[in-house]
């Protein structure tokens, strides 16, 4: 393990080559313990190359060379299709962001509201009852009182995370494993490294504005088993912050992570959720899973109407620009005192 390494440094001969496992965090104090003390040839792999915080990895990496696309290898069974369900809307505008995302406090008291809980179970309920199931919590008394919520309405739940004794974890772990438990309400245990190929189901309750952590979590219901159709449920509204898992991504060593644009050219949301069925889908007027047709959003309507504003201001600018060019060769034509004196007035 990189933690039992990092305190150990120098007890073995010289590595001629360090392989790093979710290159991702190769920023963590671990591993920059052990990269800087052995100072040796490094190959990292990683289906996020960015830092939790949105910064490049171009500080440890020299090159990258890139694997295939999500799409290639859901088309090509390696990946299971998913269908992408945002049945509730979280407002997220003005929470504090620090280090590339939203402050835990904050996000914490906004995810604790009573009607959150009861939306977020009614979805699941709806979407995908009884499938294996794995939760994403802001902190440990969230995700405790995530999985007393489902308990109570009758469902297997258990809450686990970093403090959860070993034994404790490995034996949650196996019932889950096993069937026993359908929902389990984690804090930062099953983002990395973590592959149960019958999981059918990420629950998103955690907002983030971390590309990195976002596909880690929403993605870890994608292991391939044959007729399996993934379900995200994203009660945060994380698709508005973050691409979408299958779409195309420019990966760079240099440059941060692109933030999503919220907007297309004509004030519409480049992905919309169905008010009807509840999912997510590529601009559009109406809902291409079950018709219904798509009213525009309050800042959708906004958002037209900023553009139009701006439209009309560089219209006035223009006409503006060409009245003042008008004036400009009236006075240059002037011959006299008295001709400039009647361009003034």
């Given at each position: 393990?990189?933690?039992?390494?990092?305190?150990?440094?120098?007890?073995?001969?010289?590595?001629?080559?360090?392989?790093?496992?979710?290159?991702?965090?190769?920023?963590?104090?671990?591993?920059?313990k052990?990269?800087?003390?052995?100072?040796?040839?490094?190959?990292?792999?990683?289906?996020?190359?960015?830092?939790?915080?949105g910064?490049?990895?171009?500080?440890?990496?020299?090159?990258?060379?890139?694997?295939?696309?999500?799409?290639?290898?859901?088309?090509?069974g390696?990946?299971?299709?998913?269908?992408?369900?945002?049945?509730?809307?979280?407002?997220?505008?003005?929470?504090?962001?620090?280090?590339?995302?939203?402050v835990?406090?904050?996000?914490?008291?906004?995810?604790?509201?009573?009607?959150?809980?009861s939306?977020?179970?009614?979805?699941?309920?709806?979407?995908?009852?009884?499938?294996?199931?794995?939760?994403?919590?802001?902190?440990?008394?969230?995700?405790?009182?995530?999985a007393?919520?489902?308990?109570?309405?009758?469902?297997?739940?258990?809450?686990?995370?970093?403090?959860?004794?070993?034994?404790?974890?490995?034996?949650?772990?196996?019932?889950?494993r096993?069937?026993?438990?359908?929902?389990?309400?984690?804090?930062?245990?099953?983002?990395?490294?973590?592959?149960?190929?019958?999981?059918?189901?990420?629950?998103?309750?955690?907002p983030t504005e971390?590309?990195?952590?976002?596909?880690?979590?929403?993605?870890?219901?994608?292991?391939y088993?044959?007729?399996?159709?993934?379900?995200?449920?994203?009660?945060v509204?994380?698709?508005?912050?973050?691409?979408?898992?299958?779409?195309?991504v420019?990966?760079s060593?240099t440059?941060?992570?692109?933030?999503?644009?919220?907007?297309?050219?004509?004030?519409?949301?480049?992905?919309?959720?169905?008010?009807?069925?509840?999912?997510?889908?590529?601009?559009?007027?109406?809902?291409?899973?079950c018709?219904?047709?798509?009213?525009?959003?309050?800042?959708?309507?906004?958002?037209?109407?900023?553009?139009?504003?701006?439209?009309?201001?560089?219209?006035?600018?223009?006409?503006?620009?060409q009245e003042?060019?008008?004036?400009?060769?009236?006075?240059?034509?002037?011959?006299t005192?008295?001709?400039?004196?009647?361009?003034?007035?």
């Amino acid at each position: 393990m990189i933690l039992t390494e990092a305190n150990r440094l120098g007890r073995y001969e010289k590595p001629a080559l360090i392989i790093t496992d979710e290159a991702h965090l190769s920023r963590s104090h671990s591993w920059v313990k052990v990269l800087d003390y052995y100072n040796t040839y490094t190959t990292g792999f990683t289906a996020t190359p960015v830092r939790l915080d949105g910064k490049p990895l171009g500080d440890i990496y020299d090159d990258m060379v890139e694997g295939v696309s999500v799409k290639w290898l859901i088309e090509n069974g390696r990946l299971a299709p998913y269908e992408y369900y945002a049945p509730v809307t979280v407002d997220t505008d003005g929470l504090k962001v620090q280090a590339g995302d939203y402050v835990i406090k904050d996000i914490e008291q906004l995810m604790t509201d009573r009607a959150i809980y009861s939306n977020a179970l009614k979805s699941w309920e709806k979407i995908a009852k009884g499938e294996k199931t794995i939760a994403y919590c802001v902190s440990v008394n969230h995700a405790k009182e995530t999985a007393e919520m489902f308990r109570k309405a009758g469902y297997s739940a258990v809450e686990l995370d970093g403090g959860t004794p070993p034994k404790k974890r490995a034996e949650i772990m196996q019932k889950f494993r096993d069937g026993e438990i359908a929902v389990l309400c984690n804090v930062g245990i099953i983002s990395e490294g973590v592959s149960i190929d019958d999981v059918s189901c990420c629950l998103l309750l955690r907002p983030t504005e971390s590309h990195a952590l976002y596909w880690q979590q929403a993605m870890r219901c994608m292991r391939y088993t044959k007729g399996k159709v993934a379900k995200i449920i994203d009660c945060v509204g994380n698709y508005s912050r973050n691409p979408l898992p299958d779409m195309d991504v420019e990966w760079s060593l240099t440059q941060s992570a692109k933030k999503t644009r919220k907007f297309d050219d004509n004030g519409n949301f480049f992905i919309r959720t169905c008010p009807k069925c509840f999912k997510v889908f590529k601009t559009a007027n109406i809902c291409p899973y079950c018709g219904h047709e798509y009213p525009l959003h309050p800042r959708e309507i906004k958002a037209h109407e900023d553009i139009e504003l701006q439209r009309i201001t560089a219209e006035q600018a223009e006409k503006a620009e060409q009245e003042r060019k008008k004036a400009r060769q009236a006075q240059g034509r002037a011959q006299t005192f008295e001709e400039l004196l009647a361009i003034g007035r």
